[in-house]
């Protein structure tokens, strides 16, 4: 009876049934919207390539559009700027895993010990406030605190007889202040995730645990960070992925775009941008199709390395 | 029964030790201040008067309450309802047609006989992978599909995700039986039809999810606003922060143009406060909605990290 139907299933995968056209015509909408919005860009990478000029519309532009190799890549990589740039984009995104990864599993451990489930709940609404704010606010509430002549900090550093710093032109504070604002931002969002599965957690192992007299802390220890071992180095993993793509709303709007700030805020994206609003395509495009390589590189290591640690985690 | 009984027996035992919960309370409570403070901080600035504010600086309490900037935003209704106007129907009819065209493609994925699945799964899971970046992007938007300065820039490019495609499909996967679409095949409908009268009714827990998502996306987004609007009679929201920020004269300019001379109203703008106003008018619609969501989103969240 299975192997016959089996049979069937087999013989009905070749032929093309009305299913099939309804289907197909349910995701058209969807595969048009891939086409242009997806797969159109992919294609139009090649302008790295080209020097991109303007000629009646993209794809008239960029078939006429004279070829010169890579020499866009040769200005991206002979300028002084790019060393900052990469150096920016990757340097803050480590420190942005490593530390984000830490501060939200130890919250989430934290978090399913206290004794009221309904603070904790509490807490973790609060703490999930940043992640739904855009950057655009975000650099208002900062503007409230670092403004020169009004922020709250200089008006505390006067009225405690210091003198006022000009944050938004003074580079040294500002690794500090931007790892601090995406660790913030992103506090509430890691700590559910993390939360939800130590919540899952079968309740046994901390039985057996309780009645061979583990302490709470050796528990956290032996148990539930080693269980938890496996979620960590998945999402670890998956955000080295997007290692080479920087937060442009952390870099361009929180700093106000200051030119004061250019050593310590600017990323590709940043650079990305500003060139394409300058209409200095070549490099722009040089740039981005670089991102989109190492993006891509990335992802697929991390993923061969997912495979290792845990194959049903990963994405291929 | 019993078991429960036991469990909280057991909770009851092995707790952390009472001034170990106090610690940990303090520093929640230290950590959601950090998180709300600066939001209650914009708030009490955009209720300080200008006078005050140039006076004393920002202030967490204000000296006195003055609507001033709100009162002068209102009468900037013109710009101000156009923005808000703009924000609404692009998180409305974003969300609404990202849904549909998630929700449709992860249905189609997630049947098994389907000729194109392999096909379509690949067509779906490359942009995960790799992308054209933004500088073409911004090229095949503005110069072939002649999306500059158009509303649309603001709600076409955000509505697919592949991400929240194959949570769709992961979905569908587990909780639409088979059977019910094969019966409702035997009685003459078609998969359009079964998509909208039994697929999408059942699935309402991940349309909420991704709707959810997708709002909150739209709602906060300035960066299309950024690459694509120039003409700021389409300015959403988020787009006219940016605007103000940058340049606290815009809207002092734009009255200008409305007939009031600039000067007279530059110099009873209550410049520091309205960037505050608009902030908080952006602030308030997601902070009222969210605690009664957080639980859909917290499911969605965790739909993502264990994987699709």
């Known amino acids: 009876m299975r192997k016959q139907n089996a049979g069937q299933v087999g013989r009905r995968k070749k032929r093309w049934s009305r299913d099939d056209t309804e289907l197909t015509f349910l995701a058209l909408p969807t595969i048009v919207w891939y086409l242009l919005f997806s797969f159109l860009p992919m294609f ?20 006429t559009s004279r070829w010169v190799g890579l020499k866009n890549f040769k200005y991206l990589f002979a300028s002084k700027d790019t060393l900052t740039m990469l150096r920016n984009t990757v340097g803050y995104n480590v420190i942005f895993i490593v530390l984000g990864t830490f501060v939200s599993v130890v919250l989430a451990v934290m978090v399913s010990q206290l004794y009221s489930k309904r603070l904790a709940k509490a807490y973790q609404t609060a703490m999930f406030m940043p992640y739904f704010l855009s950057w655009v606010v975000i650099a208002v509430c900062v503007w409230a605190f670092l403004s020169f002549d009004k922020g709250i900090v200089n008006n505390y550093l006067t009225s405690t007889g210091g003198t006022a710093v000009n944050w938004y032109m003074d580079k040294q504070y500002w690794p500090g202040l931007l790892i601090f604002l995406k660790i913030w931002k992103g506090l509430g969002y890691g700590m559910v995730v993390y939360l939800a599965t130590i919540t899952g957690f079968d309740p046994t192992y901390y039985e057996a645990a309780v009645i061979d007299g583990a302490t709470k802390w050796q528990q956290t220890k032996y148990i539930t960070l080693p269980m938890m071992k496996n979620v960590i180095v998945i999402m670890f993993i998956l955000s080295v992925g997007t290692i080479f793509f920087s937060d442009f709303g952390l870099f361009y709007q929180v700093p106000h775009d200051s030119n004061s700030l250019f050593d310590v805020t600017y990323t590709i994206d940043v650079m990305v941008y500003k060139s394409l609003k300058a209409s200095t395509v070549g490099m722009a495009s040089a740039s981005a199709l670089f991102q989109s390589i190492m993006g891509c590189l990335t992802v697929l290591g991390a993923n061969a390395i997912v495979k290792r640690v845990d194959p049903d985690s990963a994405m291929i | 029964m019993k078991k429960s009984a036991y469990q909280t027996g057991l909770e009851k035992f092995n707790r952390i030790h009472p001034a170990t919960n106090f610690v940990f309370n303090l520093v929640f409570i230290l950590l959601s201040l950090v998180c709300v403070v600066p939001i209650l901080l914009v708030l009490s600035i955009s209720l300080t008067s200008e006078q005050t504010i140039n006076s004393v600086g920002y202030q967490f309490i204000p000296q ?54 392999k096909f379509l799964t690949w067509v779906v899971f490359i942009p995960m992978v790799f992308n054209g ?103 959403s929201l988020q787009a006219l922060l940016m605007q103000i920020m940058n340049n606290v004269d815009y809207l002092s300019r734009n009255a200008a143009t409305m007939g009031i001379s600039a000067a007279q109203v530059a110099s009873g703008l209550p410049k520091e406060g309205m960037r505050m106003a608009i902030a908080v008018i952006i602030v308030l619609p997601i902070a009222c909605a969210y605690p009664f969501f957080q639980k859909y989103f917290i499911s969605g969240l965790t739909i993502g990290s264990v994987k699709g």
Do not use: H
């Not at chain 2, 101000?80 to 493609?105: D, E, K, Q, Y």
């Not at chain 2, 933004?134 to 002649?146: D, E, R």
């Open chain 2, 64 to 117: 006195s309450v003055s609507f001033e900037s709100y009162i002068f935003l209102w009468k900037q209704y013109v710009v101000l309802f156009r923005a808000f106007g703009v924000s609404i129907f692009v998180t409305v009819v974003g969300t609404v047609l990202g849904v549909l065209l998630t929700t449709s493609m992860g249905y189609v994925l997630s049947r098994p006989q389907y000729r194109l699945k």
């Open chain 1, 44 to 63: 139009g990478v090649i302008i790295a390539f080209k020097n991109f000029r303007i000629n009646g519309n993209f794809l008239q532009s960029v078939i």
């Open chain 2, 133 to 235: 970046g933004m500088v073409s992007s911004y090229f095949v938007n503005t110069n072939f599909l002649g999306l500059k300065n158009n509303i649309w820039a603001l709600v076409l490019p955000l509505m697919v995700s592949s991400f929240n495609v194959i949570v769709c499909k992961t979905f569908f996967q587990s909780t639409i039986p088979d059977s019910i679409v094969e019966s409702a095949k035997i009685d003459g409908a078609t998969q359009l039809k079964i998509f909208f009268r039994i697929v999408l009714p059942i699935s309402l827990p991940v349309l909420a999810t991704i709707g959810l998502f997708l709002c909150f996306t739209y709602w906060n987004d300035w960066f299309q606003s950024m690459l694509y609007i120039d003409d700021s009679k389409l300015y």
